[in-house]
């Protein structure tokens, strides 16, 4: 995983995994991966993956079963989804907002990328 400066570490591994429960490639009540394992799968050092574990354990993302490892939480996909929407409204809509108004672009011009089937990457 290729990591950017503009957030924590811990977080973007935070965002990574989120992304998988919401893929369904950790479906809720899957055992997660290690510590150690996701420490090296990543190349971070392991206190870094036990902060990230600590931030989606108080999220209620994840449960611990000591003794046993991290497994996804029955809620997880909808509490992911509502930290992910309360995101986007907080820090990422404003500056797409922003942009628009500085580039002129109306909301009718807009409108066929929200109604498109298509792959928005290919739009």
Same mark, same amino acid.
């Given at each position: 995983?290729?990591?950017?400066?503009?957030?924590?570490?811990?977080?973007?591994?935070?965002? !990574?995994?989120?992304?998988?429960?919401?893929?369904?490639?950790?479906?809720?009540?899957?055992?997660?991966? !290690?510590?150690?394992?996701?420490?090296?799968?990543?190349?971070?050092?392991?206190?870094?993956?036990?902060?990230?574990? !600590?931030?989606?354990?108080?999220?209620?993302?994840?449960?611990?079963?000591?003794?046993?490892?991290?497994?996804?939480?029955?809620?997880?996909?909808?509490?992911?989804?509502?930290?992910?929407?309360?995101?986007?409204?907080?820090?990422?809509?404003? *500056?797409?907002?922003?942009?628009?108004?500085?580039?002129?672009?109306?909301?009718?011009? *807009?409108?066929?990328?929200?109604?498109?089937?298509?792959?928005?990457?290919?739009?």
């Amino acid at each position: 995983m290729e990591f950017k400066n503009t957030k924590g570490i811990f977080l973007q591994i935070a965002d !990574s995994i989120s992304e998988k429960v919401m893929e369904g490639k950790y479906p809720p009540g899957e055992k997660i991966p !290690s510590v150690r394992d996701l420490a090296t799968e990543m190349g971070v050092n392991p206190n870094t993956v036990m902060r990230t574990y !600590s931030e989606l354990q108080t999220r209620g993302i994840i449960d611990n079963k000591r003794g046993v490892g991290y497994y996804v939480s029955t809620d997880a996909v909808a509490i992911i989804r509502e930290w992910k929407r309360k995101e986007f409204f907080e820090a990422e809509l404003p *500056l797409i907002i922003r942009q628009t108004k500085i580039l002129g672009i109306t909301l009718e011009e *807009l409108k066929p990328y929200f109604e498109s089937t298509q792959n928005p990457d290919k739009l």
